[in-house]
């Protein structure tokens, strides 16, 4: 089975540093995760940014790696079954361009939605941003030589912060078992969002280090997808 195949498996298995809350509505899942990907195997558009933007597809794998396997990190998270939950905040995700300080912002309405197969609870936002000045892509402020911050201890523009910076926005969208969410809003709050990081850091470092002992299967992956897709 190759890579590619292994991938999208999982996402069959399924489906901010900046989050501004709203007043959420209750509704139940009745979609299944397949939708996310074609009978073939090949992704639909509404991945738009791992079809069209190679730095995220890697980042995006990345991910896929840690939440399918069993480790720390991803029981965190809830198990493999958390792959459906974070397919569905990626279908919203669009790049935008604002202050370098932001990294990815969630806003807007959001609607709480319990997933009928796994009896967890979950939100979506209306808006999902990713911004194309800030941290996930550019290590220097625009037309100057300072850097950028980092998130948790990683550098800007590294893999390990792209990593962190989604599982961060994930922490936003699961429920825990006792009803709140798994990290709590801190849209307003710099120093609650680098609690945050740092919690996501704590429960993910080694799987994020491991990454890169992973044999390339990420790169693999997003560069058949780039490929299929040109």
């Not at 089975?1 to 709203?22: D, K, P, Q």
């Not at 792209?162 to 825990?176: D, N, P, S």
Request: neutral net charge.
């Amino acid at each position: 089975m190759t890579a590619r195949e292994i991938l999208f498996g999982l996402a069959l298995l399924s489906v901010a540093i900046n989050t501004t809350a709203a007043n959420p509505s209750l509704m139940t899942d009745t979609n299944s995760g397949s939708e996310i990907v074609s009978h073939d195997g090949s992704p639909k558009t509404n991945l738009p940014l791992v079809l069209e933007d190679n730095v995220f597809s890697s980042a995006y794998y990345d991910v896929l790696v840690i939440l399918s396997a069993r480790n720390r990190c991803s029981e965190f998270f809830g198990g493999a079954a958390t792959i459906d939950i974070f397919n569905r905040m990626v279908a919203k995700m669009r790049k935008h361009y604002f202050s370098a300080n932001i990294g990815i912002r969630m806003s807007g309405k959001t609607e709480n939605i319990i997933d009928r197969q796994t009896n967890r609870v979950y939100r979506l936002f209306e808006k999902v941003s990713i911004n194309g000045n800030g941290p996930f892509y550019r290590g220097k402020y625009f037309n100057f030589d300072q850097s950028l911050p980092g998130v948790g201890t990683y550098k800007p523009a590294t893999r390990e912060v792209r990593v962190l910076m989604l599982l961060h926005e994930l922490g936003h969208a699961v429920a825990t078992d006792d009803g709140k969410w798994l990290l709590p809003n801190d849209g307003n709050d710099e120093v609650l969002s680098r609690s945050n990081s740092m919690k996501i850091e704590t429960m993910c470092g080694k799987e994020i280090a491991d990454l890169g002992r992973v044999e390339g299967k990420t790169e693999v992956a997003a560069n058949t997808v780039d490929e299929k897709h040109h």
